[in-house]
């Protein structure tokens, strides 16, 4: 995206901060992933280099942007590669505030003096030795005036509301995540899960995807039954379903798919019946999605729906044994993250949220789960992934016509 993106989101944390404040965001201390960096350093500054610091100050009407970037190393950049130069930080980023990492100590103390507030991401606080908490201690004993806060608390309100762009990412990895499905109905057939998975991988690297959004799961039988199933190990078999919960990430923004489907391509009449009803449920809740719901509320409207429809096949006798079938949330908020950082008060038009009804039948050896990624409008709301095949009929021409 392009820096002034970036530029938007430190406007609306500074919005956020308290005056007389200081924001210190780290990003990781060494990149295992190809582009996977801290969340809340991408979403200051669109980088993705490793050590970097970003610091936003806000003094009355004095606002200050800042990075600390390594400097150039010879013999990292035979092993790594070179860091980009103080200038292309400043095309990419849009902050004109570059420093090196060895001046990060002396820079920061000098606003300190002056501030009362030290906002750093403690997200991570559980770890005793993370850097950002021994950071916050050894300020708080050199600068005995500070107050310390937790940044999580600024990223989760800004990073609910997602701007046109950051739609227009996950909106790429959604369609990326679609071609990788069809290459696996393309591919269909008693396999081991792990073999069904492996035509994701490929189709969604080979598209572009920069990463992955979670492990994928690809859940065949009764394993569709364990919501976190994640082994992938066992034979997918012929007249069962599978169900695969996959997605990728395009610059970091994650797409978040749930797709159910039989394995010989065709499903039976009890099979059917039941992804009718997921279905039915996941079109009754996107129906009632808009500003001012929640997602706790959306859930009970999925609820109630399941225990009419349960009881009309016979499957339940009373409303509370639905949670015998059905034992999750039907929404989660996605972005940065699958499971994004957010500001869990009702919807507000810009956020983007799941919607995953699901079926969970042990006895029967069956498991369905359904799930799009929605954007939610002024209005209403939009299935950013209402093309990616999901109607009995279109799964079983698809895999006819595709697996000859």
Known sequence: MESYVFKKHREAILTEMMDKSLLVVLSKPKIDVKKDVDRNYYYLCGNFEYENKVVLVKDGSNLKEMIFINPYDEFKAMWVGAPKSKEEIKLETGIN????????????????????????????????????????????DEFKHLVIYNAENLFKKCRTIKLPEEVAEMQKAISI???????????????????????????????GA????????????????????????????????ILFDLGCSYNMYCSDISRTFPINGKFSPRQKELYNIVLAGQEHVIKHIKPGITTKELNQILVKFYAEEFKKIGLIKEDKEVAKYYYHGVSHHIGLDCHDLCDYTPLKPHSVISCEPGIYIAEEGIGIRI??????????????????????????????????
Do not use: W
């Open 97 to 140: 505030d570059v420093y090196y990492l060895t001046e990060f100590e002396s820079v920061v103390d000098g606003y300190l003096k002056d501030i009362s507030k030290l906002y750093v991401d403690l997200k991570a606080e559980k770890d005793p030795y993370s850097e950002e908490l021994l950071f916050a201690r050894r300020k708080k």
């Open 177 to 207: 995540t679609k071609l990788g499905i069809e290459n696996i109905l393309k591919n269909m057939k008693p396999s081991y899960e792990y073999q069904l998975e492996s035509y994701f991988d490929q189709a969604i690297k080979y598209h």
């Open 371 to 404: 799930e799009d990624d929605i954007l939610v409008t002024e209005d209403g709301c939009i299935n950013l992934s209402y093309d990616i095949l999901k109607k009995v009929d279109e799964i079983e021409k698809f895999m006819e016509e595709n697996n000859e």
């Open 210 to 241: 920069t990463g992955y959004a979670f492990p994928t799961i690809a859940a065949s039988g009764n394993n569709a039954c364990c919501l976190h199933y994640m082994a992938n190990e066992d034979m997918a078999k012929s007249g069962d379903l």
